[in-house]
């Protein structure tokens, strides 16, 4: 069927109105760490105590934490675990494992390997972890109602660093906390994605007041109820903090911040009809990362957004590759959208996308039949349905264009490759 650029916004705004009162669940809280609240540090029994001030929680290379090498996480289940808790612990872990090269591996009693995360059970909290690697043993616990697979990824966070999103120096300009006796208190240095990111599995939800209120009013919820798992930025994020290598080393940088390496790896997709090289920027615009091309000699990222385009100068992101699109056992390439399977795809952004958690935006790319210019655009992934939506948007100069015929970009694994060049497999008896 074919539909026209009004029917195809008809649709996407059907799809908004009819998730736009998804009802709010369970309150979700964390105990992770307990001095993270502003006022009086409560304290749990047992766990060890971070130190009170920021530094000790800047999550990288601190006094007291360290990322985990080669991103190997030792861990023991402890007796308190029920075999429906291991159940859901081993679906965090998958979580992990299936979007980022971090692995999870059995801590074996005696082993010369001291430093490994115990996995237990306690009921007077929802949830709590050391940050970071410590040395030594640590803990990641989940109890009550909240002994979940999500609320084990979201402690899992933190002992991979992860800090909450609504701790971030700048989430005053995301949230509120004006109903709020007792908020969280914000962190510097934490490793985040230079977007604010509601549908972090590290963000309390929305509304709950340890989270906050979202300062817009379209952003109905967030935080871990809202997703299933990592958000796309939450694994951007650890995929960077654990120098992930194969389909996870693309990494998106922002504008302000591109080095001389970063500029030697911006993936260049093509060129213009004057010759220029074309690259893939995204930005933020309607509370949508929006992929499109790089302006180089402007320093903007053109894009098109609801049929409009714009010239983005600011919160601009470069997609790059390093080691090439062709290496490390794996290759990124545009593919027919018809034919892309799951999951191996590029994605930019993830549910909420009109309030529904179920769509992803991801780099699409096409020829105009015409002119045979190329474009950059955003093709929506619809996850509970497998399969992109049927028209892709793009811009090409100053003007919008819909295609069906349409490329997503992905990246393809050489698996014979990554058995005999992926660290944890050489090293580890998986
Ligand atoms: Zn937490």
């Given at each position: 069927m074919a539909m026209t650029k009004n029917i195809y916004k008809k649709v996407v705004f059907s799809l908004y109105t009819l998730t736009v009162y998804f009802p709010f669940a369970t309150c979700y809280s964390c105990a992770t760490p307990d001095d993270w609240l502003s006022g009086s540090a409560r304290v749990q029994n047992g766990i060890p105590e971070q130190e009170d001030d920021d530094s000790a929680h800047a999550h990288i290379n601190t006094r007291r934490g360290e990322v985990w090498p080669n991103g190997i996480v030792k861990y023991k289940f402890h007796s308190s675990l029920t075999l429906r808790d291991m159940f859901e612990v081993k679906k965090a872990f998958e979580e992990f494992h299936s979007k980022t090269c971090v692995r999870f591996v059995p801590w074996k009693e005696g082993e010369r390997d001291r430093d490994f995360v115990s996995i237990e059970v306690d009921n007077k909290i929802c949830g709590i972890s050391n940050v970071c690697k410590i040395g030594g043993k640590q803990y990641a616990k989940f109890g009550g109602e909240c002994r979940t697979m999500t609320t084990m990824v979201h402690e899992l966070g933190h002992t991979l660093c992860l800090a909450h999103e609504h701790q971030r120096s700048d989430r005053d300009d995301y949230l509120?906390?004006?109903?709020?006796s007792e908020h969280p208190r914000k962190l510097r240095n934490t490793r985040h994605s230079s977007v604010y990111d509601y549908?972090?599995?590290?963000?309390?939800?929305?509304?709950f007041c340890g989270g906050g209120w979202a300062t817009t009013e379209d952003i109905r919820k967030c935080g871990p109820d809202f997703?299933?798992?990592?958000s796309i930025l939450d694994v951007e994020v650890i995929n960077s903090l654990y120098n992930c290598q194969g389909c996870q080393r693309h990494r998106w940088v922002p504008l302000s911040s591109l080095t001389h390496s970063d500029k030697a790896n911006m993936y260049n997709f093509g060129v213009t009809t004057d010759g220029s090289p074309l690259y893939i920027c995204r930005a933020l615009i309607l509370r949508q990362l929006t992929p499109g091309i790089y302006d180089e000699a402007n320093q903007a990222c053109n894009l098109t957004i609801d049929f409009i385009s714009h010239n983005l100068k600011d919160g601009v992101e470069l997609l790059t590759i390093p080691g090439g699109p062709n290496a490390q056992c794996s290759n990124y390439q545009f593919v027919n959208q018809a034919e892309v399977v799951p999951n191996n795809f590029v994605q930019v952004q993830g549910g909420p996308i009109f309030n529904n958690p179920y769509l992803s935006i991801d780099v699409a790319y096409a020829v105009k039949p015409a002119t045979g210019e190329v474009a950059i655009g955003k093709a929506l992934w619809v996850e509970n349905e497998k399969r992109y939506w049927d028209q892709a948007e793009f811009r090409i100069g100053s003007e919008t264009y819909t295609s069906r015929d349409y490329k997503v970009l992905c990246c393809t694994n050489n698996r014979d490759c990554m058995i005999e060049q992926t660290f944890y497999t050489s090293k580890l008896d998986l």
């Open positions: 509120n906390f004006r109903n709020c549908a972090s599995q590290m963000h309390y939800e929305c509304g997703s299933r798992g990592l």
